[in-house]
Nanobody, 121 residues
Framework: QVQLVESGGGLVQPGGSLRLSCAAS????????MGWYRQVPGKQRELVAA???????NYADSVKGRFTISRDADKNTVYLQMNSLKPEDTAVYYC???????????????WGQGTQVTVSA
């Protein structure tokens, strides 16, 4: 399976910035789409940003204009640049990837372990 390792979370003041990274490793033919989700206690896990195999991004309305998702050229690492952070951005952020073992394999999914982002003065 694909192993996803996240980093970059922490405590930041409102208006500050953080950059999350997620590196994929393991044996796979390709990683198709990658994305970032977040979850707070009592709430459903929600999509924050995603980027597909063609490089097209999409964002939740709540983060448009503040967050930017990007991938390395080899498509095995995804980033989330978070600017103008707000207290309501506080959550555990999870990396997600869709991958194939071969070029004809059905898609499989993988999740990272999660990284805590806390926005507070």
């Amino acid at each position: 399976q694909v192993q996803l390792v996240e980093s970059g979370g922490g405590l930041v003041q409102p208006g500050g910035s953080l950059r999350l990274s997620c590196a994929a490793s393991g044996r796979f033919f390709s990683i198709n789409g990658m994305g970032w989700y977040r979850q707070v206690p009592g709430k459903q896990r929600e999509l924050v940003a995603a980027i597909d195999s063609g490089g097209s991004p999409n964002y939740a309305d709540s983060v448009k204009g503040r967050f930017t998702i990007s991938r390395d050229a080899d498509k095995n690492t995804v980033y989330l640049q978070m600017n103008s952070l707000k207290p309501e951005d506080t959550a555990v952020y999870y990396c997600n990837a869709e991958f194939q073992y071969t070029d004809y394999d059905r898609p499989h999914g993988s999740w990272g372990q999660g990284t805590q982002v806390t926005v507070s003065a």
